[in-house]
């Protein structure tokens, strides 16, 4: 079976949660019999495709880019050309220009699109996109969602629930490095082993404004892994309030990653707004048996972090009481511990990148023999 993978950005171009569901997928599904390909776009001169993690990855021309959504003349001839050879589509949302892909080169294949996450920000663009966004999700066999939680509490989703199935994102520990103990040593003699961990791309809806907030006044070391639009505002934060708790690392390293993942006490994943749609630095946390506080924003978030008994979930929006629940880990090394050893059961037993890719196989052969038999 051929499965065509389709989204504006992917491996090894950029580094995101959706980049990386895509990467997991492809590369798991060969084991099943599955070959995957990708098609997604770039603005850089680069080769048109290459070979990555045993699947190949096309890249189309970056022509525009209007309000985070890609534009790209040449990717309709590519896609048209790739979408023949393929068995299934397999369609990651949200990208507005896909749906026009999708209608202009008149698919026949079997579709299914992962829902990522509702479009949250563009609330005015979004009144334009709806009648297409809906003649899209109308026309594809099925739309997976990634967890219960997002299910319940998407209008978009409970609109088409009839086609709606349940997959949970899943991660293969065993893709990810081992640090030798020179590079745990190097990471404990800088920070110790007790501080806290974020790790994510540093965006508006990350909630890392209220990190910094709740952790002014304590003496809680607080590691911050990764880049993104709001750095220098976040930055420009803790120069104002003279804290030197708050330790910015930029992008890392995978094998620096999982040193960090290691040694902290926690991982920290304050996103406030349903743009968070599944948390997958949050997931590694539980991966690598570590407690976890996060925010009920009705997201997957709360369906990988259970309040009391893999970690903490508190109120969006609310300083004091991530603070509360920093200090409570901070206090409580047996309550860490039994947390941590809980998030790791709940991860094998739920989130593991064999049982997603399992699940994504079973319904393409599903969606297949739908289509014979029609």
């Given at each position: 079976?051929?499965?065509?993978?389709?989204?504006?950005?992917?491996?090894?171009?950029?580094?995101?949660?959706?980049?990386?569901?895509?990467?997991?997928?492809?590369?798991?599904?060969?084991?099943?019999?599955?070959?995957?390909?990708?098609?997604?776009?770039?603005?850089?001169?680069?080769?048109?495709?290459?070979?990555?993690?045993?699947?190949?990855?096309?890249?189309?021309?970056?022509?525009?880019?209007?309000?985070?959504?890609?534009?790209?003349?040449?990717?309709?001839?590519?896609?048209?050309?790739?979408?023949?050879?393929?068995?299934?589509?397999?369609?990651?949302?949200?990208?507005?220009?896909?749906?026009?892909?999708?209608?202009?080169?008149?698919?026949?294949?079997?579709?299914?699109?992962?829902?990522?996450?509702?479009?949250?920000?563009?609330?005015?663009?979004?009144?334009?996109?709806?009648?297409?966004?809906?003649?899209?999700?109308?026309?594809?066999?099925?739309?997976?969602?990634?967890?219960?939680?997002?299910?319940?509490?998407?209008?978009?989703?409970?609109?088409?629930?009839?086609?709606?199935?349940?997959?949970?994102?899943?991660?293969?520990?065993?893709?990810?490095?081992?640090?030798?103990?020179?590079?745990?040593?190097?990471?404990?003699?800088?920070?110790?082993?007790?501080?806290?961990?974020?790790?994510?791309?540093?965006?508006?809806?990350?909630?890392?404004?209220?990190?910094?907030?709740?952790?002014?006044?304590?003496?809680?070391?607080?590691?911050?892994?990764?880049?993104?639009?709001?750095?220098?505002?976040?930055?420009?934060?803790?120069?104002?309030?003279?804290?030197?708790?708050?330790?910015?690392?930029?992008?890392?390293?995978?094998?620096?990653?999982?040193?960090?993942?290691?040694?902290?006490?926690?991982?920290?994943?304050?996103?406030?707004?349903r743009s968070e749609a599944f948390g997958i630095s949050l997931l590694?946390?539980?991966?690598?048996?570590?407690?976890?506080?996060?925010?009920?924003?009705?997201?997957?978030?709360?369906?990988?972090?259970?309040?009391?008994?893999?970690?903490?979930?508190?109120?969006?929006?609310?300083?004091?009481?991530?603070?509360?629940?920093?200090?409570?880990?901070?206090?409580?090394?047996?309550?860490?511990?039994?947390?941590?050893?809980?998030?790791?059961?709940?991860?094998?037993?739920?989130?593991?990148?064999?049982?997603?890719?399992?699940?994504?196989?079973?319904?393409?052969?599903?969606?297949?023999?739908?289509?014979?038999?029609?």
């Amino acid at each position: 079976m051929r499965v065509l993978h389709f989204f504006k950005t992917s491996f090894p171009d950029t580094v995101g949660g959706i980049e990386q569901v895509i990467d997991q997928i492809a590369r798991c599904s060969s084991k099943f019999g599955v070959t995957s390909e990708v098609l997604s776009l770039t603005p850089e001169r680069v080769e048109r495709t290459i070979e990555i993690n045993g699947y190949l990855v096309h890249r189309a021309r970056l022509d525009l880019q209007i309000a985070s959504t890609g534009f790209s003349a040449s990717a309709f001839l590519r896609f048209s050309q790739l979408a023949k050879n393929a068995d299934v589509i397999h369609y990651h949302f949200p990208w507005p220009f896909m749906d026009v892909v999708h209608f202009a080169t008149r698919v026949k294949k079997p579709t299914v699109v992962t829902y990522h996450s509702d479009i949250i920000r563009q609330k005015y663009l979004l009144k334009l996109y709806r009648p297409l966004k809906n003649k899209f999700l109308s026309s594809v066999d099925r739309i997976v969602a990634t967890s219960p939680n997002y299910l319940a509490t998407s209008d978009v989703l409970i609109r088409f629930s009839d086609k709606v199935s349940v997959i949970p994102i899943g991660l293969d520990k065993a893709s990810y490095p081992q640090p030798e103990p020179e590079r745990l040593q190097y990471w404990r003699e800088i920070f110790g082993t007790k501080f806290f961990l974020f790790v994510g791309v540093l965006r508006y809806y990350k909630g890392l404004h209220l990190l910094i907030e709740a952790s002014h006044g304590t003496e809680y070391p607080v590691v911050i892994v990764g880049a993104g639009p709001i750095e220098q505002e976040l930055k420009e934060q803790v120069a104002k309030l003279g804290m030197r708790n708050i330790h910015f690392m930029g992008h890392l390293d995978d094998i620096d990653k999982v040193a960090l993942l290691t040694l902290c006490i926690g991982v920290v994943f304050p996103s406030n707004l349903r743009s968070e749609a599944f948390g997958i630095s949050l997931l590694e946390g539980a991966m690598y048996g570590k407690p976890m506080i996060s925010s009920q924003i009705g997201t997957g978030t709360t369906f990988i972090n259970i309040h009391g008994e893999t970690g903490l979930v508190i109120q969006p929006h609310d300083p004091a009481a991530l603070r509360q629940a920093m200090q409570y880990l901070w206090e409580h090394p047996a309550e860490v511990s039994v947390m941590g050893k809980c998030a790791e059961e709940r991860y094998w037993k739920y989130f593991t990148a064999e049982q997603m890719v399992k699940s994504y196989v079973d319904l393409y052969g599903e969606l297949v023999k739908q289509h014979q038999s029609t």
